[in-house]
């Protein structure tokens, strides 16, 4: 049984000639692992297989962002500061 939720996430960016972002695309996936069987000549072998299927894609214009950053900034509150902390330190250790 799959699960109902999305554990994984992608994201696209269209810019203008300027390369000031425009559009934003989120895409939602789910990735699971399914077990599957197939016949051999020596009997059945079953083996994990990890598997990913697309829920759904949210186009968002360069305001819709913007709420968006805002919205999670009024939900989150100082948590906000500490994700965004911890996503820098990220892409500091990866330069």
Request: hydrophobic letters at 40%; proline letters at 3%; glycine letters at 8%.
């Amino acid at each position: 049984m799959k699960p109902q939720f999305t554990n994984a996430f992608g994201i696209a960016r269209n810019a203008n000639q300027q390369g000031r972002t425009v559009e934003l695309q989120l895409d939602f996936m789910l990735q699971y692992m399914d077990g599957e069987s197939q016949m051999t000549k020596n009997g059945p072998v079953s083996a994990s297989v990890r598997k990913s299927e697309p829920l759904t894609s949210v186009l968002l214009t360069r305001d819709g962002v913007a709420a968006l950053i805002s919205l999670l900034r009024k939900t989150l509150g100082d948590e906000f500061d500490e994700i965004i902390g911890f996503c820098e330190a990220q892409d500091e250790m990866e330069r």
